[in-house]
């Protein structure tokens, strides 16, 4: 009982990182259409800047993780006005781009920092225990913070006019912007605030796990996996997905092994996507 | 008559010059595939670092003399990306460029693609790679350049054993070929000195080790080997044991990589009782290899520790060269090679291994070191001397 | 679906068919032309990379972008795999219609589950499949070889003579290569019509009485046995089949190639690869900067070059074919398909 508990616990901490992931990745798709395989690199970004300013300018750890989701969210504005911005009409294009660019990132940084792990400690240290069942302070103030910024997102996306606009958007551009949202603003500020959600992550979570050049590769498999099977665009099915992805990640692996676990996990999704393409709270099988 | 003479004299010095200058200039050139990108990138540095210093050092020092002609010794190193096809690619790349000495690659898919091209080609190669089938009898001109697990495991295990209690082990690494030969021969060892063993294999591109963490301490075993799971991933996995309240010792029965563990985890404190393979024991003769390294190219070493090993084989390549006179003849090289002996200047002596687990004698063994850490502080490396067959 | 009048239908080949199919009987020559084992290694590179590239060509033919390209390779490969291993198969002719034959049939299951899915949905099931198969790979361990591969493989034969060295590789590759293109060119050409109707929209075209699930399929389970020619080509090169080969990441390069080469027309394909293959063996001599200097050129041709190189020659042309007759552009247009820019 106690392992299925401690098991449960190891599953939810996992969910709020996938979740943290999968919100900036639904907002691009969502909003702009995009599937955004830069994701991954400015989640290592967020984790590069945040250790460059607390572990070698010194800032507090706070502070350094605002500047770590300020730089990736302005890198993303501008890389959206651009790059992106030429050929977001074009599905297969943007795919190209923002490959092309997760590429670049990820070398620059390999190529800045070198390839080893560098020591970038969470600045709360510690365990809560109680008998076989423990989760790391650090643990739970990500699972703070996801949480923090889902209610955030969802508050800015449903109930401001700003949501309201990036959402008229999604569904039809040109006449948005005939009824005279500005998307010109609007499609940039989507994608910054985005890639600074995915900046944060990386710096909150980079210091409980490992910071290196290549831990943005996994980042694009789980957050696309995680929006499809929550549903396109939408915020609540995205986070119910990443919950739901994080605990069958941590059953699957702790009670069948590392490849099992694995491999139990995909076909179950894919399961899931033949039986119910539209994902659990999508509303159609939206053509991207 | 004068004249004759002089303009047989001048014919003469003419004709002599014209020898001495169309005597080709003798240019060794060295292929180098080595992973310069990705999560293994850290290793073909390493690799290619010391390449380039063996290669520099040779040049000064005019170690390479053909028939009385000292040779240029030039580095090419290609990116393999630690893929089959990568490797393949490369060593053709090198065919192209009419190279035959090869020093690399890193990886165990890496080597299965290089391989047959080595043998098309007729190049002599020194690889890496801890897996089963990296040398063998098929490929007679390729040369492993330091012993696997199957060689320096069981000193280490029995220096843990000295040390610390334990009757049961849980072994971890990735789920594809750099990890399972190195962790069931981890697990044979183990068995034979009484230890029994689990085996737990995950994901590569896994970031989050908690619920593998928690599956290892299920069984409750008394020590960890974290076997050739990457040093990024080897960090987490015992910042997370030791979060999850494992207490016991653990080992590193695979490449080098303490430090970078030890960031990762947070520390020498959390890694506690830690025992690994050090390719190299550090001493003066070491450190003087070190300080060598700086003065000729200008900067310190690469860090990784794998740096030492690739001087070593990168050396001994060129002794053999050198013993052969021929910088092109694979079988030659070959040949000179297997009568040399197993030695450098500032690492030590060894000899050759390889024929009771390869099936070919081509292994070379020399000292390395146990490194210890205990209750959180580092112990004084120990010494080990080089591996007898088995 | 009534059919145009002879005097108005296109030729069954395009140019575009005539002059992919042409290249790749020149590929033919290269051995005989060259010792070079680089640029040997380099066209068998190409050569394979185009081939699995046209498993993502063509269902780009009906705008569904496939992930899965690796894994029907890796089905091509490892067939071809075992039955040279522990059959002692070696006939070139018998491992090349096994590994497309074994590649389609093993479609035809997935296809039924997934060819309902569009868009992005088919993208992302495509690539949980690649990653399924790789983990298939590793734990089907006693079939397949775990994760050390298949190693070892025999040499095909061609008749009876054993094809081993470095050219007779090549022409191997050149000819899987060019059975691929020419499987892929029947089958876009013989059905364009049909293709385009779906591409454009495939609610209408079913509502006005295509059955596109007929087409996907047939699509579906042809690119697959590409794929798996693709598969048995890098096998034989390496003669191991090893699952570093057959990696999900490696599908993103495939769909770049065809992409970048321009997914209007089969050319698109075997140009995209042949400048994309050369350009990052040209960047792995950079070291550590191969893959960013990769992904700048893959932003740069993106940006310049939307509809790929073809798009950009054929605008090229266009230009230039303005004064001479509308007649070539007519021609142009009808030809590459869906006239996608």
């Known amino acids: 009982m106690e392992g299925l508990i401690a098991t449960g616990l190891i599953g939810i901490s996992l969910g709020s990182q996938y979740a943290l992931l999968a919100l900036g990745f639904t907002l691009i798709f969502g909003i702009l259409g995009v599937v955004n395989f830069a994701h991954g690199g400015f989640y290592v970004m967020g984790g590069y800047v945040a250790y460059f300013c607390a572990a070698i300018i010194g800032l507090p750890y706070p502070l350094a993780v605002l500047v770590a989701v300020a730089s990736t969210a302005a890198l993303g504005w501008l890389f959206e006005v651009f790059i992106l911005e030429r050929v977001i009409n074009d599905h297969q294009a943007t795919l190209m781009v923002t490959m092309g660019f997760y590429l670049v990132i990820a070398t620059a940084i390999l190529v800045i920092f070198g390839a080893e792990s560098p020591q970038f400690d969470f600045p709360l240290q510690g365990v809560w225990r109680a008998g076989a069942i423990y989760i790391p302070y650090a643990n739970m103030v990500v699972l703070g913070v996801c949480l923090a910024a889902i209610v955030g997102v969802y508050w800015l996306v449903y109930r401001t006019n700003v949501g309201r606009s990036m959402r008229a958007m999604a569904e039809d551009r040109p006449v948005a912007s005939a009824l005279g949202m500005r998307t010109k603003m609007l499609f940039p500020f989507a994608f910054s605030l985005a890639t600074g959600l995915a900046g944060l992550t990386g710096a909150l979570v980079t210091p409980i796990l490992a910071l290196a050049p290549h831990v943005g590769d996994p980042v694009l498999a789980f957050s696309f996996l995680t929006v499809i099977l929550g549903g396109l665009g939408s915020v609540s099915g995205a986070t119910l997905a990443a919950f739901l992805v994080g605990l069958i990640e941590a059953y699957a692996a702790v009670y069948f092994g590392g490849s099992k676990g694995a491999l139990i996990l995909f076909v179950l999704v894919l399961v899931i996507l033949v039986l119910r393409p539209q994902g659990l709270l999508g509303k159609e099988a939206r053509r991207a | 008559m004068k004249i004759s003479i002089g303009r047989l004299l001048c014919g003469t010095v003419l004709a002599s010059a014209a020898l001495i200058g169309g005597a080709t200039a003798c240019e060794l050139k060295v292929g180098v595939p080595a992973v310069l990108s990705g999560p293994a990138a850290q290793w073909g540095i390493a690799l290619r670092g010391a390449m380039e210093f063996a290669a520099k050092e040779a040049m000064e020092e005019k170690r390479i003399v053909i028939n009385g002609v000292p040779c240029t010794v030039s580095v090419m190193p290609i990116d393999t990306k630690y893929t089959a096809e990568g490797a393949a690619s490369a060593m053709n790349a090198f065919a192209a460029a009419n190279i035959k000495v090869i020093v690399g690659p890193v990886g165990s898919p890496e080597v299965t693609g290089m391989k047959p091209v080595a043998k098309r080609n007729r190049m002599v190669a020194m690889v890496n790679s801890f897996a089963k089938n990296s040398i063998g009898p098929e490929w007679p001109t390729v040369f492993h350049i330091g012993p696997g697990p199957s060689g320096w495991a069981g000193p280490i295990i029995d220096e843990g054993l000295k040390r610390f209690k334990f009757k049961s082990v849980a072994i971890v690494a990735p789920n594809d070929q750099g990890g399972t030969d190195i962790a069931s021969v981890n697990a044979q060892i183990f068995k034979a000195k009484g230890v029994a063993p689990t085996e737990e294999y995950y994901q590569r591109g896994t970031t989050n080790f908690a619920p593998i963490v928690t599956r290892m301490l299920a069984a409750k075993p008394d020590a960890i080997d974290l076997a050739s799971s990457p040093a990024g991933d080897a960090g987490i996995i015992v910042k997370q044991l030791r979060q999850a309240g494992f207490n016991g010792p653990i080992f590193r029965l695979g490449g080098p990589g303490t430090e970078e563990i030890a960031r990762v985890a947070g520390g020498y404190d959390v890694l506690k009782d830690f025992l690994w393979f050090e390719p190299i024991a550090m001493d003066d003769n070491t450190r003087a290899l070190e300080k060598k390294y700086e003065k000729l190219m200008g900067a310190p070493r690469p860090e990784n520790a794998d740096f030492f090993r690739w001087v070593f084989a990168a050396r001994m390549t060129l002794k053999a060269i050198q013993a052969a006179q021929s910088i092109d003849d694979a079988e030659k090289i070959s040949a000179a090679m297997r009568k040399l002996p197993v030695e450098d200047e500032h690492i030590g002596k060894g000899h050759w291994i390889g024929q009771k687990f390869f099936g070919i004698n081509q292994e070379m063994s020399y000292p390395f070191a146990i490194g210890i850490i205990e209750g959180g502080k580092q112990q004084p490396y120990k010494r080990a001397d080089a591996v007898k067959e088995g | ?341």
């Open chain 3, 1 to 341: 679906m009534k059919e145009l009048p002879a005097s108005e239908r296109a030729p069954f080949f395009g140019t575009y068919e005539k002059v992919t199919l042409g290249l790749l009987l020149l590929a033919f020559a290269v051995p005989f032309l060259t010792r070079n084992p680089q640029i040997l290694s380099q066209s068998n590179l190409i050569l394979i990379a185009a081939t699995a590239a046209l498993g993502v060509y063509i269902m780009l033919r009906m705008d569904l972008m496939s992930f899965a390209v690796p894994a029907f390779m890796a089905v091509g490969g490892y067939t071809v795999a075992m039955l040279g291993i522990r059959s002692g198969v070696t006939d070139v002719f018998a491992l090349a219609a096994a590994a497309f034959l074994v590649s389609a049939l093993c479609a035809v299951p997935l296809g039924w589950m997934i060819l309902r899915l569009k868009g992005v949905y088919f993208v992302l099931v495509t690539f949980v499949l690649t990653e399924i198969c790789q983990l298939l790979l590793f734990e089907a361990g006693p079939l397949t070889g775990g994760s050390n591969g298949l190693v070892g493989m025999p040499s095909v034969t061609v008749f009876g003579y054993e094809m081993y060295d470095n050219s007779h590789v090549l022409m191997i590759t050149a000819g899987l290569a060019f059975v691929g293109f020419l499987i892929a060119a029947v089958l876009t050409r013989a059905l364009r019509y049909e293709f385009a109707a779906i591409e454009k929209n495939d609610v209408l075209a079913e509502s006005l009485g295509l059955a596109c699930w007929k087409y996907k399929a047939l699509a579906f389970s042809v690119a697959a046995g590409v794929s798996g020619l693709a598969g048995f080509a890098l096998v034989n090169m390496l003669l191991t089949a090893h699952p570093t080969s057959f990696s999900p990441l490696s599908s993103v390069n495939y769909i770049t190639y065809a992409i970048v080469g321009g997914k209007g027309s089969i050319l698109g394909t075997l140009i995209g690869a042949a400048i994309l293959v050369s350009a990052t063996e040209f960047f792995a001599l950079r070291g550590e900067l191969s893959p960013g200097l990769y992904g700048l050129l893959i932003i740069v041709m993106t940006l310049v070059a939307p509809g790929g190189i073809m798009g950009l020659a054929e605008n090229f042309f266009r230009r230039f074919g303005k004064r001479d007759s509308k007649a070539l552009e007519t021609k142009v247009a009808v030809q590459s398909g869906s006239g996608h820019s």
